[in-house]
């Protein structure tokens, strides 16, 4: 099984409907983000949670809201869906950086295989 | 003008080529530098990775990184059609709170043919 699960894996919806993306962890990362690709423009940070308490808008939050409901899931929410927010959604998690020095842990994020959202 | 710039390709070589794959970068805070490989439909996953300047190789991989020139780069010795994938550079800030907080690439598609 994956470590990185997300549902749906591919979802075609209409303009203004309610979208929610769900992501699961198995990897005990405490660190987890939602991430979009677009063609030519690579991956785009939307949220970021460092723990369940910890929720932090990225590059490009508007028109999107998440959840962590628990340390291993954190869903992303389209509350009114449009045609420009059609793309690829990546959850990714990260495990704690040492900072004593040069990390022990480079911070690799782990991907999950994706979400494809087509909205019409 | 994006933070991180990569030439998108698409990028076509035999088998057997080296290949060159580049990035520039505005942020001079940028410590960490990475390499991400994504076969089709599926997730990036880590390839390489540098802390500050210098080169690193594994295998039939090199990346270097120049930060006078902020400009990266990952060579592939001896390319073979697994290598087909798009490659996408990643750059973080040092700082325990923005590990993890990556700058992407937009990505290049290589395809190595027999």
């Known amino acids: 099984d994956a470590d990185v699960t997300q549902t749906p894996r591919n979802r075609i919806t209409k303009t203004g409907k309610r979208i929610m993306l769900e992501c699961s962890q198995t990897?005990?990362?405490?660190?987890m983000y939602w991430y979009r690709q677009d063609p030519g423009l690579g991956l785009r940070l939307i949220y970021y949670s460092f723990d369940v308490k910890d929720i932090n808008k990225g590059e490009i939050s508007d028109g999107y809201s998440v959840s962590r409901q628990a340390q291993a899931k954190f869903s992303l929410s389209l509350e009114s869906a449009i045609p420009n927010q059609t793309a690829l959604y990546f959850c990714?998690?990260?495990?704690?950086?040492?900072?004593?020095?040069?990390?022990?842990?480079?911070?690799?994020?782990?991907f999950g295989e994706g979400s494809r959202l087509t909205v019409l | 003008q994006k933070e991180v710039e990569q030439d998108p390709g698409p990028l076509s070589v035999p088998e057997g080529a080296i290949v060159s794959l580049n990035c520039t970068y505005s942020n001079s805070a940028f410590q960490y530098f990475m390499w991400y490989r994504q076969y089709s439909r599926k997730g990036p996953e880590l390839l390489m990775y540098t802390y500050s300047s210098g080169n690193k190789e594994d295998g039939r991989f090199t990346a270097q990184v120049d930060k006078s020139s902020k400009y990266i780069s990952l060579f592939i010795r001896d390319s073979q059609p697994s290598d087909s994938a798009t490659y996408l550079c990643?750059?973080?800030?040092?700082?325990?709170?923005?590990?993890?907080?990556?700058?992407f690439g937009q990505g290049t598609i290589l395809t190595v043919h027999p």
């Open positions: 990643a750059m973080s800030v040092a700082g325990g709170t923005s590990y993890g907080k990556l700058t």
């Open positions: 990714a998690t990260s495990d704690q950086f040492s900072l004593a020095g040069p990390p022990v842990s480079t911070g690799e994020l782990f």
């Open positions: 990897k005990g990362h405490d660190r």
